[in-house]
């Protein structure tokens, strides 16, 4: 069975400063996507970005990037020039590739501050 | 507009009450989905509908009752709850069960007392 996990249950940073987001997780399978969410508290959760594994590139949107290491299995968040905007909750997902999405399998989350 | 609208936004029930949670997509996404989040534990999917059909039931107690009558609508029936099950409840829609473009709604926070 897949399982994520995140290991930094909260995690603050100041204004304009960049942080990282740990995710790891453990699967059999060589094919799968995985994802950013954000949640704001607003409540609403946001997809953010996401990786397909067969990709080598890092997925990067705008000041979010990821650094995906396949054998460690390992898929972590940087966010740069940190704004007050990105203080929320950030889950790391993993789906199985070519399957039902409603098999992904979230990670417990972390708590993100930006500190004015 | 978030394209995905939950109501009630917060509700306090007892144990003994009826009540329904609401979910509406203006996406013409073809599947809907329940997912519960609790303090500290991962996201917790609940019920899965393509089609208005149910694909997915994660061994979910039956005081939790789903109703999807078409594509846009999705309700969550509740009764003779227990506190244990206060949480937050998330809708989310996709276009079909192989898109991963998730769209949520932003929840009802539920607290049964």
């Known amino acids: 069975a897949q399982t994520v996990t995140q290991s930094q249950p909260e995690m603050s940073v100041q204004e304009a400063e960049t942080v990282t987001l740990s995710c790891t997780y453990d699967?059999?399978?060589?094919?799968?996507?995985l994802f950013w969410y954000k949640q704001p508290p607003s409540r609403q959760m946001i997809l953010v970005i996401r990786?397909?594994?067969?990709?080598?590139q890092n997925a990067t949107e705008n000041r979010f990037s990821v650094n995906f290491q396949k054998a460690a299995k390992s898929f972590s968040l940087k966010i740069s020039d940190s704004q007050l905007g990105d203080t929320a909750m950030y889950f790391c997902?993993?789906?199985?590739?070519?399957?039902?999405?409603?098999?992904?399998?979230f990670g417990p989350g972390t708590s993100l501050s930006v500190i004015p | 507009e978030t394209g995905v609208t939950q109501t009630p936004r917060h509700l306090v029930m007892g144990m003994t009450n009826k009540k329904s949670l609401k979910c509406e997509q203006h996406?013409?996404?073809?599947?809907m989905y329940w997912y519960k989040q609790s303090a500290k534990k991962p996201l917790e999917l609940m019920f899965v509908?393509?089609?208005?059909?149910?694909?997915e039931n994660n061994s979910v107690p039956s005081r939790f009752s789903p109703e999807c009558p078409n594509s846009s609508h999705l309700f969550l029936h509740l009764h003779t709850l227990q506190p244990e099950d206060s949480a937050l409840y998330l809708c989310?829609?996709?276009?079909?069960?192989?898109?991963?473009?998730?769209?949520f709604g932003s929840g009802t926070r539920l607290t049964v007392v």
């Open positions: 989310a829609s996709s276009q079909d069960l192989m898109d991963y473009g998730y769209t």
């Open positions: 699967t059999s399978e060589n094919n799968y996507y």
């Open positions: 990786q397909e594994a067969y990709k080598q």
């Open positions: 997902a993993f789906m199985k590739w070519k399957t039902s999405y409603d098999k992904v399998i």
């Open positions: 996406l013409g996404h073809n599947a």
């Open positions: 509908y393509n089609f208005k059909e149910q694909t």
